[in-house]
């Protein structure tokens, strides 16, 4: 499946300080569809000046408090919304729901109704993207998606700021993703489309991405320019700037790990892969991971340990973008 159209180039913002923020996300942050290309580009330009000055921003977010609800274990997503908000000026209230899921002990409207009249915004990370919806419905105050079975736009957007920080501009770049068609590939295909990046999806059969979130993503790259391509064959990564994957085993597919793990032999990162995928382009294709990585399954420690490998700036990036993400959704600059 494949898309081509004219290239719009997207303009690189390099201003370091402190900016106004331009335009209104809306009330939540649920899926990378709920922005549009002018959000996407004032978090990437107000991402950038707060990592070149953070103590620029100090106290920005003073007096809120923001509620973490977590139904899923978390390195990267915890610690960089708790250290980030805190920075920030912003109470962080970690809620664990690792062994209590949201709706079980009380309704998840009663929830949201609670925690509007005490808090500022609630960050969720949950199994179910229903649970998110339910949340957003009920909660008066903004709802950020920290991972979901659907989506995962934190991620996606904190990926495409470190890729425009490393290739200068995303118009018109090529990347591929390798593995399954979850919720990370998923935000990746409709922030792509947004940008004019040309994604490639290669999966295995019986493991592509959504349909609707495919057609959606293909209703943005007719106004961006970009090209889709979806694959069953690693041979499509050739020529590519950037290569992506993801664990093959999500958290909560556990009982199909046998079945996964048959299904993707073939689609494993490697070196032989990596250099492949450079074919024809200058400096070779750089690597990302959302990590945690199954070293030795879905990609070999030569490749992601190499210096082409760019996943613990990925890491360092979601502080930036989220930091970014929050200051518009809760300074009074941004509403």
Known sequence: MSLVMKQIPLGVQTETKPIAFHGHIGKDLLTISGLSTGLVETIFETAAAWKAEPAAYHGVLSGKSVVMLFEKPSLRTRVTFDIGLSKLGAHVVYLDHGQQRLGERESVKDYAKNLERWADAIVARVF?????????????????????????????????????????????RKLAYVGDGNNVCHSLLLCSAMLGVNMSVVTPKGFEPKYHVVRQALRLAEQSGATITLSNTLDAIAGHDAVYTDTWVSMGQGHQEGLRKD?????????????????????????????PAHRGEEVVDTVIDASYSLVYEQA??????????????LSETGR
């Open 128 to 172: 179910s993207h229903d649970v998110l919806d339910e949340l957003a419905e009920n909660a008066s105050i903004p709802v950020v998606n920290a991972l979901s079975d659907l989506e995962h736009p934190c991620q996606a957007l904190a990926d495409l700021f470190t890729l425009q920080e490393r290739l200068g501009t995303l118009a018109g």
């Open 263 to 291: 299904s993707f032999v073939g689609f494993q990162i490697d070196d032989e892969v990596m250099a492949m995928a450079s074919n024809g382009i200058d400096g070779g294709a750089v690597f990302l991971h959302c990590l």
């Open 316 to 329: 360092e990036n979601r502080m930036h973008v989220q930091n970014a993400l929050m200051m518009m959704l």
